[in-house]
């Protein structure tokens, strides 16, 4: 059957021709392009999937890039306390020096203490201009702003890290479950037989011994309490042992204590010589897990001749704290302090909790793909200005590095003159020391354990998501180049098969004798 109207043939060819030309044009896009998937036509779902992957692959390249630059910020950091550290150090030298009175002149210790107001302006100047990018890193920019600590509660309170994630301000509840107590060992003022009352019936020789060493003291018959409080206490600086009256009375006894607070510290009294035939000489202790009460409770006490102190336990926002002596240390997510206690707030338990506030601060990085809390890090470094280091519990309050300068009260000059006792400038300089390398410490975990970590398994994700996202998205160009070759031959045939469609309607022609 011929027709001329319409050419079915040329139409069928024209319609594969179309689909050919067309699947020859994909081809060649994608093998243009290197991508299998140019337009959501090609593969609506593989677009989606892929475009998501594509997002946490930015994100998680940002992190990577986050993470390096709080390496950086975190190594420059370090640097500063390190050169702060060799200062601490030099002048921890020139004060062991200086309290050489009977070998340094005077002269001498001039020159140390000229030393020293350099090497603590040098700390301060190091504390002012260390910067990176323009950020201040040492100077307390990126501490923890406090807001309603009671100093009568809470001497010291530093913020090591704090969660502010959609909140002004976090508050800090201190709750003391279990006081803090010094090793204790009582002597009842009541011996049997004692006339008069509250004096030591026999010569003896008594061992003290505590945290700081051992002494052995000497007392003759009929010694009175009061004489033996002025014997121990004139050596507490080498056993860390002192001595007070029970009550106020000698009548009520003898209380042998350690001078600090703590499980680290102890109290030993024992008798060395004679020996105690008529056990005139008994010091007793109150159970381990007893409260230290208001009135000594002789018939609950137990013998003993060796006591030792105990840790402040606390609730710091419903966390258990770890204690040590009048110290809390609280390390979780949401909250990182220290706090260092009053000795009325440590061994008062019953007293109603202590509560301040951080209102702000701290350095945050952003370590993840995603910001949101659990990928991102919170990091306080305080200030190492000699105004703010080492802060140490003395008998004039709380004193600093600063006053180790000329005129500060803890200047050699000054120590000196109270009859060379450094001591309180060796705690300052210690507790400087203690809190400058405790900060590079900090600072190197932080780097080690969660930058590097995070940096690491961040690549690790980059690697994953990037194979991910190629063997979706992109071209497999063996297989689009055989396409290719299909696509351009079957081009070619439908052209001339086209073509041939074309010139069979001529045919009719020879019906009509043309």
Same mark, same amino acid.
């Given at each position: 059957? #011929?027709?001329?109207?319409?050419?079915?043939? %040329?139409?069928?060819?024209?319609?594969?021709?179309?689909?050919?030309?067309?699947?020859?044009?994909?081809?060649?896009?994608? !093998?243009?392009?290197?991508?299998?998937?140019?337009? &959501?036509?090609?593969?609506?779902?593989?677009?989606?999937?892929?475009?998501?992957?594509?997002? +946490?692959?930015?994100?998680?390249?940002?992190?990577?890039?986050?993470?390096?630059?709080?390496?950086? /910020?975190?190594?420059?950091?370090?640097?500063?306390?390190?050169?702060?550290?060799?200062?601490?150090? %030099?002048?921890?030298?020139?004060?062991?020096?200086?309290?050489?009175?009977?070998?340094?002149?005077?002269?001498?210790? =001039?020159?140390?203490?000229?030393?020293?107001?350099?090497?603590?302006?040098?700390?301060?100047?190091?504390?002012?201009?260390?910067?990176?990018?323009?950020?201040?890193?040492? +100077?307390?920019?990126?501490?923890?702003?406090?807001? &309603?600590?009671?100093?009568?509660?809470?001497?010291?309170?530093?913020?090591?890290?704090?969660?502010?994630?959609?909140?002004?301000?976090?508050?800090?509840? /201190?709750?003391?479950?279990?006081?803090?107590?010094?090793?204790?060992?009582?002597?009842?003022?009541?011996?049997?037989?004692? @006339?008069?009352?509250?004096?030591?019936?026999?010569?003896?020789?008594?061992?003290?011994?505590?945290?700081?060493?051992?002494?052995?003291?000497?007392?003759? %018959?009929?010694?009175?309490?009061?004489? /033996?409080?002025?014997?121990?206490?004139?050596?507490?600086?080498?056993?860390?042992?002192? @001595?007070?009256?029970?009550?106020?009375?000698?009548?009520?006894?003898?209380?042998?204590?350690?001078?600090?607070?703590?499980?680290?510290?102890?109290?030993?009294?024992?008798?060395?010589?004679?020996?105690?035939?008529?056990?005139?000489? =008994?010091?007793?202790?109150?159970?381990?897990?007893?409260?230290?009460?208001?009135?000594?409770?002789?018939?609950?006490?137990?013998? $003993?001749?060796?006591?030792?102190?105990?840790?402040?336990?606390?609730?710091?926002?419903?966390?258990?704290?770890?204690?040590?002596?009048?110290?809390?240390?609280?390390?979780? /997510?949401?909250?990182?302090?220290?706090?260092?206690?009053?000795?009325?707030?440590?061994?008062?338990?019953?007293?109603?909790?202590? #509560?301040?506030?951080?209102?702000?601060?701290?350095?945050?990085?952003?370590?993840?793909? +995603?910001?949101?809390?659990?990928?991102?890090?919170?990091?306080?470094?305080?200030?190492?200005?000699?105004?703010? !280091?080492?802060?140490?519990?003395? $008998?004039?309050?709380?004193?600093?590095?600063?006053?180790?300068?000329?005129?500060?009260?803890?200047?050699?000059?000054?120590?000196? =003159?109270?009859?060379?006792?450094?001591?309180?400038?060796?705690?300052?300089?210690?507790?400087?020391?203690?809190?400058?390398?405790?900060?590079?410490?900090?600072?190197?975990?932080?780097?080690?354990?969660?930058?590097?970590?995070?940096?690491?398994? !961040?690549?690790?994700?980059?690697?994953?998501? *990037?194979?991910?996202?190629?063997?979706?998205?992109?071209?497999?160009?063996?297989?689009? *180049?055989?396409?290719?070759?299909?696509?351009?031959?079957?081009?070619?045939?439908?052209?001339?098969?086209?073509?041939?469609?074309?010139?069979? %309607? =001529?045919?009719?022609?020879?019906?009509?004798?043309?």
């Amino acid at each position: 059957m #011929s027709r001329i109207n319409t050419n079915v043939s %040329s139409v069928i060819s024209q319609a594969n021709l179309g689909r050919n030309q067309r699947e020859l044009d994909l081809r060649l896009e994608r !093998l243009s392009t290197g991508l299998r998937i140019n337009r &959501g036509a090609d593969d609506p779902a593989g677009l989606i999937i892929s475009e998501r992957i594509r997002s +946490d692959i930015t994100g998680v390249e940002q992190g990577i890039k986050n993470s390096d630059r709080a390496s950086s /910020v975190i190594s420059t950091t370090e640097a500063s306390l390190a050169e702060v550290n060799d200062l601490l150090n %030099s002048v921890r030298a020139l004060i062991v020096e200086s309290a050489n009175t009977g070998a340094v002149s005077a002269e001498e210790r =001039q020159a140390n203490q000229l030393q020293i107001d350099s090497a603590i302006e040098s700390i301060t100047r190091i504390s002012n201009t260390a910067s990176f990018g323009g950020l201040r890193l040492l +100077d307390g920019t990126l501490d923890y702003r406090l807001s &309603g600590v009671a100093t009568s509660a809470i001497s010291v309170a530093q913020i090591r890290n704090a969660s502010l994630i959609n909140a002004q301000s976090l508050q800090v509840t /201190v709750d003391v479950l279990a006081s803090a107590q010094k090793g204790a060992l009582y002597l009842n003022g009541d011996n049997p037989g004692a @006339a008069p009352d509250g004096v030591l019936l026999s010569s003896m020789t008594l061992e003290i011994k505590g945290p700081k060493g051992v002494q052995e003291v000497t007392f003759q %018959s009929g010694t009175t309490y009061n004489a /033996v409080i002025t014997a121990i206490n004139s050596i507490t600086q080498f056993t860390g042992v002192e @001595a007070a009256l029970v009550a106020g009375t000698a009548i009520s006894g003898l209380i042998f204590r350690t001078s600090e607070y703590g499980g680290e510290n102890f109290v030993s009294v024992r008798r060395v010589s004679p020996p105690d035939t008529g056990n005139s000489f =008994q010091t007793l202790k109150l159970a381990d897990t007893a409260p230290v009460p208001a009135t000594i409770p002789w018939g609950t006490l137990i013998a $003993a001749d060796l006591d030792a102190g105990r840790d402040v336990t606390a609730l710091v926002n419903g966390s258990l704290a770890i204690g040590k002596g009048l110290e809390l240390t609280v390390n979780s /997510v949401a909250l990182g302090a220290y706090l260092r206690l009053s000795e009325e707030a440590a061994t008062r338990p019953a007293a109603a909790t202590t #509560s301040f506030y951080v209102t702000g601060g701290g350095a945050l990085f952003q370590l993840g793909p +995603d910001v949101t809390a659990l990928q991102q890090a919170n990091f306080g470094i305080p200030s190492v200005a000699a105004s703010r !280091l080492g802060a140490t519990d003395t $008998a004039n309050g709380v004193e600093f590095l600063s006053s180790l300068k000329t005129g500060g009260r803890n200047s050699i000059e000054n120590a000196v =003159q109270r009859g060379n006792d450094f001591a309180n400038s060796q705690d300052i300089l210690k507790g400087a020391i203690d809190e400058v390398t405790e900060l590079r410490g900090r600072l190197g975990a932080f780097e080690r354990n969660v930058l590097d970590t995070n940096a690491r398994s !961040l690549q690790s994700q980059f690697e994953n998501l *990037t194979a991910s996202e190629s063997r979706i998205r992109d071209a497999d160009f063996a297989f689009e *180049t055989s396409k290719l070759t299909r696509a351009q031959i079957l081009v070619s045939a439908g052209t001339s098969t086209l073509a041939l469609a074309n010139q069979q %309607s =001529q045919q009719v022609l020879q019906l009509l004798g043309g």
